[in-house]
């Protein structure tokens, strides 16, 4: 058996500007689904923001690899972050420093450059 039903079609735009008045943001958020937290990452050195870690690999003809952080998983990173501009290649062992920032939505490091001493 079909029931007929009717669809209601709003109001016209005079009588949705009092709706649209009493609309305000509100603080709420969703006790079903929690944010996780980020993980904290302290840096030891000196300059805020920027973190050291190890290049553990890198695939030249992709010009993307991973950091081993001091803290936390290995870190994605692309040759087109790093801050030198003659910098276009890093070798397995070679210490850095960056900055932690987002590609394509996940945490990647950004600002990459070498740090002094090597392996």
């Known amino acids: 058996m079909f029931i007929e039903s009717k669809t209601w079609k709003g109001l016209p735009a005079e009588g949705m500007t009092e709706v649209y008045s009493r609309v305000v943001p509100t603080d709420y958020r969703s006790p079903v689904a929690q944010p996780e937290p980020s993980p904290k990452l302290e840096s030891t050195e000196a300059s805020p923001g920027r973190l050291t870690g190890t290049i553990i690999f890198y695939r030249d003809d992709r010009g993307f690899g991973f950091i081993k952080q001091a803290a936390g998983k290995d870190i994605f990173f692309h040759i087109t972050d790093a801050a030198e501009p003659g910098l276009t290649q890093f070798a397995p062992g ?24 090597m392996k």
């Open 94 to 117: 070679e210490r850095v420093r960056y900055e932690l920032g987002e590609k394509d939505g996940k945490p990647a490091a950004i600002k990459i450059t070498l740090d002094g001493g």
